[in-house]
């Protein structure tokens, strides 16, 4: 078998003896990210091409986000979007100002209004089933403020790793790695909540239930009742004020040191439908772990009962069943976390993301220049104390997205034909009317 390389939109690691083969290569070329190989066998020529991976969520509710936090902006595009949903920009600003940097004294104090454009895929307020662009701008760049960060990494930063893998980053806000990514995931998160209530009244909820050393006891939350007025409440996002009130001086108290800590964020949905989610390699709470541990800054995810579970005993941790009013199974606890043999058994389903302090802190720390020279560093830039309360809307997105792509896949392989009505229920089509979804 014969094959051929078309070098110019790909680079891989060049050898003393390669020059020749890559002398056309110009520094723009690094920015691709596909390689081509033609390969011939016998009198057939097929022609492969590899994509860069790391971008894109979903199969059926497809995201891809883009940008960096120095360039000219960052933002989504959302391939599969059921049509006729109505969407405006407005609908996207609210979870994207609840993410937005400088809204209080316990965030980074960068100043951007995040407003959402949408390019494509809405006409006349609707959805129209094609790919929908949405970008927000850059406009508080501070890119003198990474000058020695240019030089020496962070310490626990990806600035190294990326090094390492790439061989090459984008210095100014750490590029790819910065929270500002997340934006795409917010914005695309907004759309996935919309349908999701729209649909089948599933509401998603997320609050701070740790900061450092504050955590805020489990029962002094209903889940049931919780409100997103409870959590938009007071700056910390804790639906508790007491504890609130102790979480923001914490945080404060590392703050003006030039410090960070870290904190837990409790996320919990409610009104899912059952059988979402698959068995072995796509159950549902290992979709939500990979969404939820792929934001910035997290460390640990926790379901139902978690760790805890493994101090009980079969007979104490079990979920036992019973028959309500209506005439439905349920379980009478919920230690599962609304999720049994990786699919959604129809309970609130609740989860924990644990967030490490922030990486890049105003005090002096040992690290090592990128030629490989030992040197201290004081970060400069601007950089929240505490990412979580601003993680409360990633989360809340991340879960989201997750939940609009199962939904999706749950009606194309088990809604398709009439469903056995002894053990499965609709899908729960609401009335146009109420949806406000067009025909």
Do not use: W
Not at 13 to 29: K, Q, T, V, Y
Not at 170 to 191: C, D, F, K
């Amino acid at each position: 078998m014969a094959s051929s390389l078309s070098i110019k939109p790909f680079v891989g690691a060049l050898s003393s003896d390669e020059p020749s083969r890559f002398g056309s290569l110009r520094h723009s070329d690094l920015r691709s990210a596909v390689l081509r190989i033609s390969t011939t066998r016998g009198s057939r020529s097929r022609t492969l091409e590899i994509k860069a991976a790391g971008s894109t969520y979903g199969n059926f509710f497809r995201v891809t986000t883009f940008g960096e936090s120095h360039g000219g902006g960052v933002g989504c595009v959302i391939d599969g979007c059921p049509p006729r949903i109505p969407l405006t920009e407005a609908d996207l600003q609210v979870d994207l100002d609840r993410r937005r940097p400088g809204q209080s004294r316990i965030t980074t104090p960068r100043k951007e209004t995040d407003t959402a454009h949408i390019y494509s895929g809405v006409a006349e307020g609707f959805t129209t089933g094609s790919p929908i662009m949405i970008k927000v701008p850059n406009t508080d760049q501070r890119g003198k403020d990474y000058s020695e960060m240019s030089m020496a990494y962070r310490p626990s930063h990806a600035d190294a790793t990326y090094d390492f893998k790439y061989g090459t980053r984008s210095v100014e806000g750490g590029g790819r790695s910065s929270a500002r990514e997340t934006i795409g995931r917010v914005a695309a998160g907004a759309v996935a909540k919309k349908i999701l209530k729209a649909y089948s009244g599933t509401e998603i909820l997320a609050y701070v239930s740790q900061a450092h050393k504050v955590i805020l006891p489990e029962d002094l939350v209903d889940h049931e009742t919780l409100t997103l007025e409870q959590v938009e409440s007071n700056i910390a996002r804790c639906p508790h004020p007491e504890y609130a009130e102790k979480m923001i001086a914490a945080i404060d108290a590392v703050r003006v040191k030039g410090d960070s800590v870290g904190g837990v964020v409790t996320c919990i949905v409610r009104n899912l439908p059952r059988g979402l989610g698959s068995p072995v390699f796509d159950k549902l709470e290992a979709e939500l772990a990979k969404a939820a541990l792929s934001l910035p800054a997290t460390k640990g995810f926790e379901f139902g009962s978690g760790f805890a579970g493994t101090f009980l005993t079969g007979s104490e941790h079990n979920d036992e069943f019973y028959m309500d009013d209506h005439g439905r199974v349920r379980t009478r606890t919920n230690r599962s976390g609304g999720i049994q043999g990786g699919i959604s058994n129809g309970e609130i389903i609740n989860m924990r993301i644990a967030f490490k302090p922030t990486s890049t802190i105003s005090r002096k720390q040992n690290t090592v220049t990128r030629d490989k020279k030992e040197t201290e560093l004081i970060a400069r830039g601007r950089h929240d104390p505490c990412v979580v309360p601003r993680a409360v809307p990633m989360v809340e997105a991340s879960v989201a997205l997750v939940l609009i792509d199962q939904l999706l896949a749950q009606y194309a392989q088990c809604q398709l034909f009439p469903i056995n009505s002894d053990f499965q229920e609709p899908l729960q089509l609401p009335k146009l009317e109420q949806s406000g979804i067009s025909l």
